[in-house]
């Protein structure tokens, strides 16, 4: 009689949507669910999620896993969760209902508290402790905005009466029917109040930021003992919960880059570029962050990360604002029909600039706009801000590191367009490395539960982990890519030059 394997659930809970793999001990997706995640803009430059559809998006997920999987889900044997980083949850101890809409990693609400800290001359003790720039990216303004502005909830906070989380604490509270309340090292790397060098909450932020110590989670290792499931529909009682790790952690885990050098970029929503330094942090002088990732055994690293904020979205917003495609795989047909963007470049800067620029308060620009630009050549230009922005990003981690690097691995949903990837290695110069599977980011999760578990041992080769890759290489002339990337570069300059000043705009109109 055949023993059925033993499986690992892993959770991505993203931006748009969850996805749930199962994974057995061989490595090999043998089941795998997706539901859609609405976003909520009630205002220009405000993002959100309503917390019971982010719970609800995992249940759908993980029961079409399962209902896909041959074993029907039989021989569970442990849960690992990764998850859009940042997006803040406050939610009542006592009835787990959220006060509030979860203000989502996207946001841009507190950007004037984030340029009065820049004024009071707070960044560079924000960013010795955290290794991150102020922006309204990170969790700690959302959360100070959330018990500034919901009725009661400071004084509520303060009795203890309610708890803070990211997506990864909040899915980890609601599988334990909040028996639980914790986060991992990684996810609370990015909330701008983890002491990253100390790997405990800083009493220093947690004042600046008026957030009381007891609403905050216990922080753990990326693979620890969390808890186990109860009450969780679909899932038996007291399945182990043995991995967490942000999005980007979790697809650098994925891809086995798990030692000093590793280097990844995840194109999903945003774009993030990923580099392992080891085991102590190193701090970037040109915009990039200092964040936590994991080592072989799951165990605390460090990584210097570029993120993008719009990437996967600009083509988002080609289907569902400009009605430009019908479907995002449109977009690589309809990029191939012309032969080049026609002089235009977007600079999609919908939530202001992330890395290396940091810029809050800047917004998109689509620059060299003519009469015989066609939606052809807008989905054209759309794809290649993806790669001109991770371009940028590349160009100033070789700065640091004094180090151009030889390839560069990729994976997310984005990277399934050949035209992208081959338009990756041309202006980057350099090989692009993809995957057969690129949902890493839920297959990283997945190995963390798995050593967690004892599936694979710890600090192993996890079998399926090293896949066979397709490679696209560079084919473009030096001179067509330089003289490409100087339009780009002309773009953003065009978006970040200050505008006109006032008073001689009123001047000249005299």
Not at 348 to 371: E, K, Q, V, Y
Request: net charge positive; charged share 25%; aromatic share 6%.
């Amino acid at each position: 009689m055949s023993r059925t394997k033993l499986r690992v659930l892993a959770i991505d809970q993203g931006t748009t949507g969850t996805t749930a793999l199962l994974i057995d001990e061989e490595g090999a997706v043998t089941g795998r669910g997706y539901a859609e995640l609405p976003q909520h803009f009630p205002q220009p430059g405000w993002v959100e999620h309503d917390g019971e559809e982010i719970w609800d998006s995992v249940v759908q997920a993980v029961k079409a896993a399962i209902g896909s999987d041959p074993s029907g889900g039989v021989g569970i044997a442990g849960i690992g969760i990764t998850n859009q980083r940042e997006t803040t949850l406050v939610w009542d101890r006592f009835t787990s209902r959220p006060i509030a809409p979860a203000i989502v990693w996207q946001d841009r609400r507190t950007a004037p508290r984030c340029e009065a800290l820049r004024r009071a001359n707070r960044r560079r003790e924000i960013r010795r402790l955290t290794g991150l720039e102020i922006d309204p990216y990170f969790s700690a303004t959302k959360l100070e905005w959330m018990l500034d502005k919901t009725p009661g909830a400071k004084e509520r906070a303060r009795r203890g009466d309610l708890v803070f989380g990211n997506v990864d604490t909040w899915l980890l509270w609601k599988l334990t029917a909040g028996a639980v309340h914790a986060t991992d090292f990684t996810n609370a790397s990015r909330t701008m109040l983890f002491d990253i060098g100390k790997r405990s909450w800083s009493d220093a932020l947690l004042s600046l930021f008026h957030v009381p110590p007891a609403m905050l989670p216990r922080a753990l290792p990326s693979v620890s003992e969390f808890g186990e499931t109860r009450d969780v529909p679909g899932l038996e009682d007291g399945i182990p919960i043995r991995g967490i790790a942000g999005d980007q952690q979790a697809a650098l885990f994925g891809h086995g880059r798990v030692v000093a050098g590793g280097l990844k970029n995840t194109y999903g929503t945003g774009c993030f570029l990923m580099l392992h330094t080891g085991a102590k942090p190193v701090a970037s002088r040109a915009g990039l962050l200092t964040t936590l990732a994991c080592g072989p055994r799951g165990e605390a690293a460090y990584a210097l990360e570029g993120s993008v904020f719009v990437a996967g979205a600009a083509i988002q917003w080609l289907r569902d604002g400009l009605h430009v495609i019908d479907s995002a795989a449109d977009s690589e047909a309809l990029a191939r029909s012309v032969s080049d963007a026609g002089g235009t470049y977007l600079v999609p800067a919908f939530t202001g600039l992330g890395a290396p620029h940091w810029r809050a308060d800047a917004r998109g620009i689509w620059s060299g706009l003519t009469r015989g630009v066609t939606r052809a050549h807008l989905a054209r230009a759309a794809l290649e801000s993806i790669a001109y922005q991770t371009l940028d990003v590349v160009d100033v981690m070789a700065k640091e590191t004094r180090t151009r690097p030889r390839a560069l691995r990729v994976d997310g949903g984005a990277t399934k367009n050949d035209f992208l990837m081959q338009f990756q290695a041309d202006i980057l110069g350099i090989p692009i490395e993809r995957p057969e599977h690129v949902e890493l980011t839920a297959l990283g999760a997945g190995y963390l539960a798995g050593i967690g578990i004892g599936m694979w041992e710890k600090g192993g080769a996890i079998p399926g982990a090293s896949e066979h890759v397709q490679v696209f290489k560079p084919a473009l002339a030096r001179a067509a890519r330089e003289r490409m990337v100087s339009g780009w570069r002309e773009a953003v300059s065009m978006l970040l030059r200050p505008a006109p000043d006032s008073r001689a705009s009123r001047s000249s109109r005299r």
